[in-house]
């Protein structure tokens, strides 16, 4: 009895208890070697069997890391060579594998170095991660949704000569000037103050010069005659702006106070928080403007180059894709994969892929059911993207995005780091900041990845303009000079301003601007700039779309006027 004890873990009062109990439903069995061996047989060995079950369902429930589940496979494989060390094989049977979907074997892991399809299998991130099956179930795969410019008899690949055509470089300044450290919790309102003051100043200096002003007058001045006021527009409380709630508030250089604004002079407007305009109308008592003319922003110049454009230059072929790369049940990289595949049979010139990469709003991440680092998972990523595309050589440009997990969630966000990329892929990999503005082969680009769309159109009203409400926000933002001009900004923003100055701002209107949004896909003109809205890889459970462009340096014509270097474009889905 006592080597039964030791054998099954078991105190000696517990096994005691349980002799009893056994001896009772036996009808008073008296303690013999023979008795004891079927004691051991019914009870022991079945209670022994249930403690271990119920331990490894209590591990397999619990959310584990990589470490632990690389030791919980150490454990169950040694447990199996002991058994195996102990037990003769019959004749002709061959031992399985401990292999399962959740930990493969190493000669899997092998192959994971080698393959990016294996190197983002859904096992590696997620014990309980499988295929999507609505996403390997869609329907129109490679159709075009949205086509823009001459599309007939384009063909959709890269230049002949890879890699060496194309010149990046980011309009802001150098690529690391956004590592430095941000305050975080630690901005003066005083200095957010001044942010928006000076951009009050700027944007009326632009609208004083166009408009021929000759100077601003006080907001809350009674005045008789029609006066002419600067200011930004705000709401008179913490709803939603509507017609009867919109106030003026004035620069220092005007007074620095706000007024009521009566819009229903005008025949039309449109207006959101945050806005500079200047007012035309008349304020009698001082307490409120009677609006009779608006004036909503003039558009920065466009990029000239002074390189002359070869009379046989190519056109560069662009793909743009945006985040996330799995489908909302799932953390496989499917579509990623897809996407890949599309770059390989396309060879573009150049792919701007933007995050998030790992989305924090995916529901694996939300619940922690991932086995290894997001970092980890993050490159992992980039390196299947970086090897799955190094036979064609395109040039990769990365954005970050605010839902990226393992990333600062701030407003300019710094570019990713990717400190294990060898020098031949780096040369090819450009990491840069959300927002940014990119001259590549003398053509501009605009990039972000926050959901600008989105949140102007919730804070946005209008009234007798006619045109699309996306044309009107994309508008908004060349006018007012901002990849971000919505103050004060939604509430999942974390807003640095003395960084926002410097980079959150357009030093030009881009040629094209690339804006991806939960709202639906488009590639519109607007005043000249090409604003293309690629929608996302991927739509919930379901596959989404991406974008590609044919771009091409314009020559100037004889009359001077600008052509549009953006040749053709189209919306696809993947």
Request: net charge negative.
């Amino acid at each position: 009895m006592v080597e039964q004890c030791i054998c099954n873990r078991i105190q000696v009062d517990e096994i005691v208890l349980e002799w009893v109990a056994y001896s009772t439903t036996k009808n008073g069995l008296k303690l013999t070697t023979d008795t004891l061996e079927q004691f051991e047989h019914e009870v022991l060995n079945k209670k022994t069997k249930s403690k271990q079950s119920f331990k490894r369902e209590e591990t397999l429930n619990r959310t584990r890391d990589i470490h632990s589940l690389q030791d919980l496979i150490k454990a169950e494989e040694e447990e199996e060579n002991l058994l195996d060390a102990y037990s003769t094989p019959a004749k002709g049977s061959q031992k399985r594998a401990l292999t399962t979907p959740e930990h493969p074997h190493s000669k899997r892991s092998a192959a994971l170095l080698t393959s990016p399809g294996l190197l983002l299998s859904p096992a590696s991130f997620s014990p309980s991660s499988g295929p999507s099956q609505k996403y390997s179930q869609r329907v129109g795969k490679g159709e075009v949704v949205v086509t823009f410019g001459a599309v007939q008899g384009t063909r959709w690949v890269g230049r002949k000569a890879p890699v060496a055509g194309v010149q990046l470089e980011l309009l802001e300044g150098p690529e690391d000037t956004l590592h430095c450290s941000y305050k975080y919790m630690f901005q003066r309102l005083r200095d957010v103050r001044n942010v928006l003051t000076e951009k009050i100043e700027e944007l009326g200096e632009g609208l004083r010069s166009h408009f021929n002003i000759e100077e601003f007058s006080p907001v809350s001045l009674p005045a008789q005659d029609s006066i002419t006021v600067l200011g930004q527009v705000c709401c008179d409380s913490n709803g939603k702006l509507n017609a009867q709630s919109v106030l003026l508030e004035a620069g220092p250089e005007q007074g620095g106070q706000q007024v009521p604004v009566d819009l229903s002079e005008l025949k039309e407007y449109s207006l959101f928080p945050g806005q500079v305009v200047v007012m035309e109308g008349m304020n009698t008592t001082g307490r409120k403007l009677m609006a009779s003319k608006l004036h909503e922003g003039v558009p920065l110049p466009f990029y000239t180059s002074e390189v002359k454009m070869e009379m046989d230059e190519e056109p560069m072929n662009v793909l743009v894709a945006c985040g996330p790369y799995t489908p909302s049940d799932s953390l496989t990289f499917d579509p990623l994969l897809d996407l890949i595949n599309v770059i390989v049979r396309d060879r573009p010139d150049v792919c701007l892929l933007l995050g998030p990469f790992v989305d924090s709003k995916h529901e694996q991440i939300e619940k922690a059911q991932v086995t290894e680092t997001f970092e980890a998972i993050f490159s992992r990523c980039i390196e299947s993207i970086v090897d799955g595309t190094k036979t064609i050589g395109c040039r990769l440009v990365f954005v970050p995005s605010q839902r990226d997990i393992h990333h600062h969630f701030i407003y300019p966000q710094p570019p990713f780091t990717l400190p294990n990329l060898s020098k031949d892929q780096a040369q090819r990999v450009t990491l840069v900041p959300d927002p940014c503005t990119l001259l590549m082969d003398g053509v501009t680009f605009g990039l972000t990845s926050t959901d600008i769309l989105f949140h102007m159109g919730a804070e946005e009203i209008s009234c007798g303009t006619g045109s699309d409400r996306f044309s009107r926000i994309l508008k908004h933002m060349l006018t007012q000079r901002s990849y971000y001009p919505l103050y004060p900004p939604v509430e999942e923003m974390n807003m640095d301003y003395e960084k926002f100055q410097s980079f959150g701002q357009m030093p030009l209107t881009p040629d094209v601007l690339i804006i991806p949004s939960e709202l639906r896909y488009f590639v519109k003109d607007v005043i000249g700039c090409v604003c293309v809205n690629p929608g996302r890889l991927t739509k919930g459970q379901v596959g989404g779309t991406y974008g590609r462009l044919l771009i091409q340096r314009s020559a100037s014509s004889e009359d001077q006027k600008r052509v549009s270097p953006c040749l053709a474009a189209q919306v696809v889905k993947i």
